[in-house]
């Protein structure tokens, strides 16, 4: 089993882990009422790629910041709905004249940036100072930005663009994560794991084959 494959398995073993584990703890908590926040902090992500002519990946570094609120259920639990800006992305090198066949695109790294308006509802389980929390997410393309795609044919060599009517504009995953909860302020680690592939047909689709987000997060919130 590859890498890529192994990491898949994790991500989705600790989502699975967290959604089947909520309905069966119980706890006592300090579960704080209800409550409105500001959150941020970096994520690391990468597509993937399924082609043939894939020579390297390299994760992207990025960022989040955005909004949330946390609504408590009962005496541990809680809903915490979140309204992001995150962005996201891989590094891609490609090489091989097959793909220059096929596609027209020199070999080279391609650098991707896609930038999402992000919807995470996380059901969360406090635990004293720790909250274990997992749900889905929905996201809305705003705009991508795709350095270095090279396009040739027989006589010349120029610079392509793709944008953001080359991508899906819609994402949606499952997410996961722990955190640590000081008076107001709460930091953590989570993970992201996208459904749905963010190429769309043609040129975007055929270089991002399969790809889907897969982001893992640092962040760091402030409640009042």
């Given amino acids: 089993m590859n890498m890529k494959n192994k990491f898949r398995l994790i ?9 089947l584990s909520i309905p069966q703890l119980d706890a006592q908590t ?16 990468q597509f993937y790629v399924e082609h043939p002519n894939l020579e390297d990946e390299n994760a992207k570094l990025g960022l989040h910041f955005g909004v949330f609120t946390k609504i408590p ?6 809903v915490q709905p979140e309204l992001l800006y995150t ?6 090198s490609y090489g091989g004249s097959g793909l220059e066949d096929a596609l027209g695109i020199r070999d080279g790294e391609i650098r991707f940036n896609l930038n999402y308006v992000q919807l995470p509802i ?12 997992a749900g889905p997410y929905l996201s809305y393309l705003i705009s991508a930005n795709v350095k270095n795609l090279r396009i040739s044919d027989l006589t010349t060599i120029e610079t ?5 009517d080359d991508f899906n504009s819609f994402d949606y995953g499952i997410m996961g994560g722990i955190g640590f909860d000081v ?20 040129l975007a689709g055929n270089i991002t084959q399969n790809s889907k987000n897969s982001v893992g997060q640092l962040y760091l919130g402030f409640g009042f």
């Fill in 160 to 164: 392509n663009t793709l944008e953001r």
């Fill in 122 to 133: 996380a059901f969360t389980l406090n635990l004293g100072p720790v909250n274990i929390h």
């Fill in 30 to 45: 300090n579960n704080p009422g209800p409550r409105i926040g500001i959150k941020g902090g970096a994520n690391l992500s």
């Fill in 11 to 19: 991500g989705f073993g600790v989502v699975s882990w967290l959604l």
């Fill in 73 to 78: 259920v009962n005496s541990f639990f809680a």
């Fill in 87 to 92: 962005n996201v992305g891989s590094k891609v």
């Fill in 183 to 202: 008076q107001n302020v709460t930091i953590g680690v989570r993970y992201n794991y996208g459904l749905r592939e963010v190429g769309r047909t043609g």
